[in-house]
Structures are given as structure tokens and as C-alpha cells.
């Protein structure tokens, strides 16, 4: 008799909101939660929708509507219309109005489905929800054996191309215990092979983009609505004005876009933004990204607003690796955490200095496939 993989089964009548977003990986995990003998109850979170521009969610909503419908599941319309706009859209914006380069997608997670929705979902019964996004926990068949930290781990997805760990750090033992992730463990062209199996119409369905529930909207022309664009110079390595932009604001250290060249060199190469100052409202640019995150790679990084999954760090501070943006090849780095005034201070050393590093971006902690945290770039030295 073959052994059959071991995998955690849900007790009787376990309840599981899953949030349907009229995508093909949530409604596969609704459909591996159902299989599992869960309890499956299907949410779609009606997020804000800016004013001019398409309006999917109503699409979207159907999309979803179809999936409960197949799965003979119950559905909810989750309406947090407010509450995106109050801790996402208006964060973002005052984020830029700073300088800073803010990433909506981690808000999203942390206040919108992993905050309201979860509370809600328990509020109303659900002993966890469950979201398509491509990591890993223990709660979804990964045991805690063979890593030396014990806790509700966050594990990168098994599909490196679509692992989504970089936008989870804010998660908490307390938020994870309720939380699944059904597709962690699978390649993403195994879920649109499962999609099929289960009848599932998601399953030729393309990927959205874009922003979390926004899609694409364009980030320059969608702030332009709330911050005043003004003009200013660009500049090139020898501080000489090369051309002019409309607002410093706008801009995130690495783009090589939305700015004009007046004045031609003798190399027509990519430009891209190395630095940028706010108050001169001056733009920065170079034929590469050659200004690291600071003069010398003794000068530390510093973060704010930190959050550790498994509540420390400090055993394997010596073997960290992290990702100061979205898809990038993990770097090895180092950590000094000290409190001030009983406020925690990280600072990060990379081995290698880093370019491209922007305030208000998220900077990612790893040790192996851990998630372990990280914190909001505060201090580019």
C-alpha cells in the first residue's frame, strides 16, 4: 500500500473565509480548502476605486460569484471601500508628499486582508481565512521539524517567480495562526492545471497587475490629483542641468522614466534616477545606478516600524540574507537592533554595498526560505 503525504486535516466543520478576488489562485485555494473537508465561504473585499478611471470591480465581483457558484459555496460581499482608501490610498499619498516611495501592497496586506478582513472573518465565526498568495506556512503543510525556530512560520513560495513573502513581513504569530495559504506549495502552472480539473473558468484567466486591488493605474498621473506638480532641473553626475522634470516627489530612485533631456551627450544611453533632493526639487541622473545606499559600506541602513515573525532575530543575525525590493535576488546583509528611549532601532549593513535603495520602501529579512520580517527604510546615509 502506497504512504500517503502526510497533511494537516481540518477538524470537523472547520470554517475558512477565503478571499475571492475573481482570480485564478484564489479560486483554487477555495476549491483545495473545500477538497480538504473545510467549511469554504467565499469573500469578495470591495476595495476604493478612483473617480476616471476603468471600474473592474464589478467584474471582478462576478468572477468571484462564478467560482462560489461552481464550488456551491456561500458568498459575501465585503465592502472596505473606507477603510483601502483611509489606510492605503491616503498613506501612499502622504508618503509621496514627503519624498518617500511608499509600497501600497504591503499596506494592503497588513490593514486590508490581513487586518479588517481577518477580524471580520473571525468576528463572524471563521476559525481562519485563506488568500492565493504564493507563500508558505505551517498551517499549510510545512512542519516545524526541520527549521530551529519554533512559531507560525512565513516560508517562501515554492514558485521563486511568484513568490509574494516581500509584501507578508508585517504578519504577526497572532494573525498567522488564522491564516492559510492552500497554493504555497505549488508551481503556478500546476494551479492553472488544478483550475481546469476543478472546472474552474479562472483557469485560462490572465494575471492582474497592478497595484493590490487598484490594477493599473498610473502611479505619476494618479498622484498628480493630489500633489501639485511643480517643475525642476535635472541633473546630471557633475550637478551641470541636463533637462527638467514635473516634481522631485514624483520620482523613485532607479526609474528612467517621466523626465526630458535638453541637453544631449555624446553616449545615448538609459538614464536612470540615482538621487533625488526635495527641497531643491532636483532629480539626480546617471547612464547606471552607481550611487549605492551610502558612501561607504560601513554606514548602516536604518529601519522604522519593524515587525519579526517569530519575535526575534538575534540567534541567526549572522546568516541574513534580504530583499530591499519586490522580486530582487536576496543580498546578504547584517542587522544591529538596540533600543533607544524603549524604542527599537535597526540598522543594516550589506556586505555588498546595494544601489537603487529609496526611503519609505520596505527592506525584507530572510534566514534561508524564512521570512522573518523587516521594517520600512528610514535613513538612506
Known amino acids: 500500500m502506497k504512504k500517503k503525504d502526510k497533511k494537516i486535516k481540518p477538524k470537523e466543520s472547520q470554517k475558512v473565509f477565503v478571499g475571492l478576488s475573481g482570480g485564478v489562485d484564489s479560486a483554487v485555494s477555495a476549491a483545495l480548502l473545500q477538497k480538504e473537508g473545510y467549511e469554504v465561504i467565499g469573500v469578495f473585499i470591495k476595495a476604493w476605486t478612483p473617480a476616471g478611471y476603468p471600474c473592474t470591480w464589478k467584474e471582478d465581483r462576478r468572477s468571484a460569484m462564478r467560482v462560489a457558484a461552481i464550488l456551491n459555496i456561500p458568498f459575501i460581499t465585503l465592502d472596505l471601500e473606507k477603510e483601502y482608501k483611509k489606510e492605503v490610498v491616503d498613506y501612499m499619498i502622504t508618503e509621496y508628499k514627503k519624498g518617500r516611495t511608499p509600497n501600497p501592497d504591503v499596506m494592503c496586506n497588513k490593514e486590508i486582508k490581513f487586518g479588517y ?3 471580520f472573518a473571525l468576528k463572524n465565526g471563521a476559525d481562519f481565512v485563506a488568500t492565493g498568495h504564493y507563500v508558505r506556512s505551517p498551517t499549510s503543510d510545512i512542519g516545524l521539524a526541520q527549521y530551529p525556530m519554533l512559531g507560525y512560520q512565513l516560508l517562501e513560495g515554492s514558485d521563486k517567480n511568484k513568490d509574494q513573502s516581500y ?29 481546469k480539473k476543478f472546472n474552474l473558468p479562472q483557469a485560462t484567466k490572465k494575471d492582474s497587475q497592478g497595484l493590490c486591488f487598484l490594477g493599473k493605474v498610473d502611479m505619476k498621473e494618479f498622484l498628480a490629483r493630489y500633489i501639485t ?8 553626475e557633475k550637478e551641470e542641468v541636463i533637462g527638467y522634470h514635473n516634481g522631485a516627489l514624483f520620482f523613485t530612485i532607479g526609474e528612467r522614466h517621466r523626465f526630458t533631456i535638453t541637453k544631449k551627450t555624446t553616449k545615448e544611453t538609459p538614464l536612470y534616477v540615482v538621487a533625488k533632493d526635495i527641497k531643491k526639487n532636483t532629480i ?9 545606499h551610502s558612501k561607504s559600506q560601513g554606514e548602516p541602513l536604518t529601519l522604522k516600524d519593524t515587525n519579526w515573525i517569530l519575535g526575534e532575530i538575534s540567534d541567526i543575525s549572522k546568516n541574513l540574507f534580504c530583499r530591499i525590493r519586490y522580486r530582487q ?6 542587522i544591529n537592533i538596540s533600543n533607544n528611549k524603549n524604542k527599537e532601532e535597526a540598522k543594516i549593513i550589506f556586505d555588498k554595498p546595494q544601489a537603487g535603495v529609496s526611503t519609505g520602501q520596505s527592506l525584507v529579512l530572510y534566514y534561508k526560505d524564512i521570512c522573518l520580517g523587516g521594517g520600512i527604510i528610514d535613513n538612506v546615509n
Open 329 to 334: 535576488k536576496k543580498v546578504k546583509c547584517k
Open 284 to 292: 539626480t541622473v546617471a547612464p547606471k545606478i552607481i550611487i549605492p
Open 117 to 119: 478582513f481577518l477580524k
Open 229 to 236: 506638480s511643480k517643475k525642476g532641473k535635472v541633473l546630471n
Open 167 to 195: 509584501f507578508l513581513w508585517t504578519l504577526t504569530q497572532k494573525q498567522l495562526k488564522h491564516i492559510l495559504f492552500p497554493i504555497g506549495n505549488l508551481q503556478k502552472i500546476e494551479v492553472r492545471k488544478l483550475a
